[in-house]
């Protein structure tokens, strides 16, 4: 089942504004990441947010974690054409034998050049 | 450094037919591995994971079975093929047992039933 929902479902901007992407989730976690995907490829891990902390940066990422509203955000600064992907959410949940995650729907994000 | 191979990247097999999917791992030890299927836009869902070799937990029911022969190597199979099982298949590892590891993942193997 998908415990992260990614707003909103897609997404299109011009080059070199701001994107920002919404996750919510259900449960309790250990951790919350974020994975960007490009068009029929595998995923890539870009950050990984622990339960404890509430704001992580990245080159121009930054990611926000809500643990009482159960939300985080993922925000691209100055984008480029080359953000061009779908952006996922996936949750690490408590007590969790195998390091799963359970991933949201995703965003799919245009940058228009 | 490690890597993830899948292989094939793209397949076509008929209602009925048996399926293998090979995924293996170089330049770790003892990894977690997981298997995903991707439908066409949506999120990815967990079908298997493991947490050592012969070790199999299956997430959710289905056509499906996985194996573990070797500590770097991940199957996924079917007997009989289903339309449903359409789909884009990934491998991923991650440093195991400690939770709080990112996953790093294969290329994907597009599969179509026909």
């Known amino acids: 089942s998908q415990q992260g929902e990614e707003d909103p479902q897609a997404l299109s901007i011009q080059e070199g504004e701001n994107a920002t992407m919404n996750c919510s989730y259900k449960?309790?976690?250990?951790?919350l990441q974020w994975y960007r995907q490009n068009s029929g490829r595998g995923l890539v891990h870009l950050i990984l947010?622990?339960?404890?902390?509430r704001e992580k940066h990245s080159g121009r990422l930054r990611v926000t974690l809500d643990t009482s509203k159960k939300s985080s955000s993922l925000l691209i600064t100055a984008s480029r054409a080359a953000d061009t992907a779908s952006y996922f959410c996936?949750?690490?949940?408590?007590?969790?034998?195998?390091?799963?995650?359970?991933f949201g729907g995703g965003t799919r994000l245009m940058v228009k050049p | 450094s490690q890597t993830i191979h899948q292989w094939p990247a793209t397949l076509v097999q008929p209602v009925g037919s048996p399926l293998s999917l090979e995924c293996t791992v170089e330049?770790?030890?003892?990894?977690?591995l997981y298997w995903y299927r991707q439908a066409a836009g949506r999120g990815l869902q967990l079908l298997f994971y493991?947490?050592?070799?012969?070790?199999i937990s299956s997430e959710v029911p289905q056509n499906l079975s996985a194996s573990r022969p070797q500590d770097r190597q991940f199957i996924l199979s079917s007997k009989k093929l289903l339309l449903s099982d359409s789909g884009f298949y990934l491998c991923?590892?991650?440093?195991?047992?400690?939770?709080?590891?990112?996953?790093?993942f294969g290329p994907g193997t597009r599969l179509t039933v026909t």
């Open positions: 991923a590892w991650s440093k195991g047992p400690l939770l709080g590891y990112e996953q790093y």
């Open positions: 449960t309790s976690i250990n951790n």
């Open positions: 947010i622990r339960s404890n902390e």
């Open positions: 996936a949750t690490v949940a408590l007590n969790n034998a195998g390091n799963m995650l359970t």
């Open positions: 330049g770790t030890s003892n990894p977690n």
């Open positions: 493991s947490v050592g070799i012969g070790q």
